[in-house]
């Protein structure tokens, strides 16, 4: 079973994914936290290639104000990374893991090129026919006024510089996310995720937890 936890930059879906590995390890149940850095396919020439793939989706220096390459570019290399860790789930053994936690999918990625460059959800959505497929997405709905709070910084495309997002960093924060979201609201809609809205109230230990029955139920 494949388990994407999804949202708007600030949702909390790292921390999620870690609290809920944590949980259902605590329960004896395999799992599998799919992060970036163990995406390895164990021959020299591969992993080469991966860790530039890498470097260049997810830089370590800062991101300039405005995108260079385009819209495009940015969304094959993306599409290039989900191939590649597809391909690197088929390759761990299937007796080793009975679930697999994926910090987002591909789904915030055709949510933030169909609002960048209005391209078709059908089309982009082909981009990741050979991406892994969750079995379950959960939603982790939170308004972009309180995830502005839960972080300290957050990088040009969070704020939606390369977008047109031109406001103050947080009011270019909110009204960016907030079009994410509402992205991701008609695409949870119409594919059934199950949606988990949150609050000022609500804590990380919290959601985990409810994510957590939710597989527990689906798992029995």
Known sequence: MIIAIEGIDGAGKTHVCRLLTKRLEARKVPVNLLE?????LGDEFSD?????????IWPESSEPLSDPFGTHFHLYLLAAWFVALNKYMQLLPSTTHQIHVMDGSYFRVIAKA????????DWLHSLFEAAPHPDLVVLLDVAPALAWKRRPTFKAT??????????SPEQSFCRYQNAIREILLKLAAKRGWTVL????????EQIAERVEEIVMSRLA
């Open 36 to 40: 970036r850095a163990a995406v390895k």
């Open 197 to 204: 809205a949150q609050t000022a109230d609500s804590s990380p």
């Open 158 to 167: 969070e704020l939606g510089r390369w977008d047109g997002f031109a406001d």
């Open 48 to 56: 080469r290639l991966l860790s530039s793939l890498r470097s260049m």
């Open 114 to 121: 169909y609002l960048r460059g209005q391209l078709s959800i």
